[in-house]
């Protein structure tokens, strides 16, 4: 979700990475979208978000904390840890986007899915 006007960002806009962990979602603030197979980028976990969020494609946060909008949706499979400061390696797949998601020591990357070969 690209999170524009919360008062609490100095950039004015980041972005928040969500996963579906049972009746919430982990998430983590991102100040850019990671390109698939570029450079990392810092991932900082924060509160769990509603599930609702998901459903949303451009919402007004509750409390004034400015506006949302989804920028790529879809599923992801593998484990998410118990704890959110631990690795998390999961595959993504979207309509937008496949690859391997990983955060570790608070960087983020997606690599690419290696080609197979017949």
Known sequence: MEHRGAPNDPLGCHFDLLLEDGPSCRTWRLPQIPRLDGPAVEAIPINVHRLA???????????GRGWAKRIVGGLFSGSLPINCEDRLSVRLQSTDLKGHLEIEHRLCRIRSEPSSTP
Do not use: N, P, Q, Y
């Open 53 to 63: 969020w998901l459903d949303h494609h451009d919402a007004a946060v509750s409390g």
